[in-house]
């Protein structure tokens, strides 16, 4: 059973960058899509971006496209969301998701293994 641990969150400066990592246990990660999300408080959780299995096709929120990346490190098991230029808009919990085939990049409802999330705060 897949299971995935997100890391990196943190208190950055608006400007700044951070990286989270998603490390997966008990299967291999490339085998999986994997999205990130990021709820803020009193909003609905929202997608980011998704890298796919095959060719490391991405996708981004238009509002972090050129700011944020998505890659992957088969062998750390690891996807990863660079994030920078962070505004205070940026500030939530972050969440990585995987799945085999998620129907959409942009439901969370389309992943089945999800970590518990990390804090990103933008403030300064």
């Known amino acids: 059973q897949l299971q995935v641990v997100e890391s990196g969150g943190g208190l950055v400066q608006p400007g700044g960058s ?3 990592s998603c490390t997966a ?3 291999a990660l490339e085998n999986y899509a994997v999205g990130w999300f990021r709820q ?3 909003k609905e959780r929202e997608g980011v971006g998704c890298i ?3 060719g490391g096709l991405t996708n981004y929120l238009p509002s972090v496209e050129g700011r944020f990346t998505i890659s992957r490190d088969n062998a750390k098991n690891t996807v990863y969301l660079q994030m920078n230029s962070l505004r205070p808009e940026d500030t939530a919990v972050y969440y990585c998701a995987a ?3 998620p129907y959409s990049c942009w439901k969370a409802s389309a992943f089945d293994h999800w970590g518990q999330g ?3 705060t933008v403030s300064g």
């Open 18 to 20: 951070l990286r989270l």
């Open 99 to 101: 799945d085999y085939s």
């Open 25 to 27: 246990s008990g299967d």
């Open 52 to 54: 796919r299995i095959t």
């Open 40 to 42: 803020a408080p009193g």
């Open 118 to 120: 990390t804090q990103v």
